[in-house]
């Protein structure tokens, strides 16, 4: 009996004063956090996607919290239901959002474009641009291995023939894809854009047709026929201004009259052409 | 002064935590896969390892052994490094709130980590002196931040390599730590005779 107790009473001394040591600190040292901040991170979907222009949702939820002049509006993926819940939850007014969804500005597939080399390297976008800017014929154009497919936390890109295609109803709009892309294809447009340009060659006419039979060759038809002055052919490629795009009193006009048919018009199963 | 430099190399090299006794292995498969959070954990060990070594070798030297309780030597030394180890995150995130949050999400993870509790207990058994026992601990820590640090570059040179299916993922990872692991062995004997 006392050779347990003289085992088991240290110990428990031990135990305790550690006990008492940790419970003073911790009530000596609280750090007082902002109690708003943990009903201001619920709100925000948790997403870490840093589209609201801060080191993911814990940074924006502190702004928030420190700087009552952070807009309640950054949040993209969560939109205009999360941007109302902010408002209510920090007292201030409701700030709408503007839905974005990410577009792919290429439509080189396997219909439209020929592998020049046969590449067996890494599956990785960013290791075949290093090998003379990838296994496809056209240098600007989709590297197809799915860079942008494996970092979409929604799982709304896929790699369909050759080209990244994406989901408009699952793509939230955060941007990882676009800054993934090392071709610089992929770009968030409002989510009212109804045409977009799928091509991204600023390569001659001459070079892009004999590359690419989907490819945008700079005939300048599109910038003829737009009522609105809105697409402008730059560096032998279609730019379509949104500014000026809305309300087209002669919808799609632009698309149904492309030449290699590059001008997408979308849907909700996403964009596809228009002839 | 010499004594000092030898037990700091050895403890780098020669007895390497991971690599040589094969302690503290969990971290070293697991949060290895980047070099930051290696980088983030070796530190939060070399730092743990030395409070821990600087908390148990008082209370071994004037409780546990004046007293015939050696016994109790390992659960007491759970004991203390655990309460140490939340002390040390309550302050951390008072005072020091960067630290914290680069050290933050390991230091949990080291509370009870065999490696620091394997260094305060051969601190005793080998009889060192306060002094050595803190330069022990300070070499067994950089020897885990070697070990770490080194196999985080091979496994991110595994990920580009082309691996056989079977051997994806856990397996080529073993099979690597294995043969890092065998090439420590190249140092034994060598600290000695530097200074022979």
């Known amino acids: 009996m006392e050779a347990i107790l003289t085992a088991v009473i240290p110990v428990v001394i031990i135990g305790v004063i550690c006990a008492a040591v940790l419970v003073i600190a911790s009530k000596v040292m609280a750090v007082k956090e902002d109690e708003r901040f943990p009903a201001v991170r619920d709100c925000l979907p948790g997403a870490n996607c840093g589209a609201c222009g801060f080191a993911g949702c814990d940074g924006y939820a502190k702004a928030l919290c420190e700087n009552p002049e952070t807009p309640t509006n950054l949040c993209i993926p969560g939109a205009d239901s999360v941007s109302k819940q902010l408002s209510e939850v920090l007292g201030v007014e409701f700030a709408d959002v503007v839905e974005q969804v990410a577009v792919v500005h290429c439509s080189g597939d396997c219909e439209h474009t020929q592998d020049k080399v046969d590449y067996q390297g890494i599956e990785s976008c960013s290791a075949a641009k290093l090998m003379y800017g990838g296994k496809g014929s056209c240098t600007f154009g989709c590297l197809g291995l799915g860079d942008c497919a494996a970092v979409c936390p929604k799982d709304a890109i896929c790699i369909e023939n050759g080209v990244a295609r994406i989901n408009p109803r699952d793509c939230i709009g955060c941007g990882l894809c676009a800054k993934t892309c090392p071709n610089h294809l992929i770009s968030l447009v409002a989510d009212v854009e109804r045409v977009v340009v799928a091509c991204s060659s600023r390569d001659k006419g001459a070079v892009t047709r004999k590359v690419c039979s989907g490819g945008c060759i700079g005939c300048k038809k599109c910038e003829k026929v737009c009522p609105l002055g809105a697409v402008k052919v730059e560096n032998n490629l279609a730019v379509i201004d949104y500014d000026k795009c809305h309300d087209c009193p002669d919808f799609a006009i632009c698309a149904r009259s492309c030449t290699t048919g590059c001008i997408l018009v979308a849907d909700l199963k996403g964009y596809h052409k228009a002839k | ?196």
């Open chain 2, 1 to 196: 002064m010499t004594k000092l430099i030898i037990i700091l190399l050895s403890a780098v090299f020669i007895n390497n935590y991971v690599l040589s006794r094969f302690l503290g292995i969990c971290p070293f498969l697991g949060v290895s896969k980047k070099l930051d959070s290696a980088t983030g954990m070796s530190l939060a060990v070399i730092f743990v390892m030395l409070m821990a070594s600087a908390a148990t070798y008082p209370i071994q030297v004037y409780l546990l052994a004046p007293n015939g309780l050696g016994y109790l030597q390992t659960i007491v030394f759970i004991l203390v490094i655990a309460a140490l180890v939340q002390l040390v995150e309550i302050v951390l995130k008072r005072y020091i709130p960067s630290l914290h949050k680069s050290l933050g999400v390991y230091l949990p993870l080291i509370t009870t980590n065999c490696a620091v509790l394997g260094v305060t207990i051969l601190n005793i058994d080998e009889g060192y002196t306060f002094l050595e026992a803190m330069v022990n601990s300070l070499g067994s820590g950089l020897g885990f931040f070697l070990a770490m640090v080194m196999f985080s570059g091979v496994r991110s040179a595994i990920e580009a390599a082309d691996v056989p299916k079977s051997f994806r993922g856990l397996p080529i990872t073993l099979v690597a730590a294995a043969i890092t692991s065998l090439s420590f062995l190249g140092f034994g004997g060598v600290i000695e005779n530097l200074f022979a």
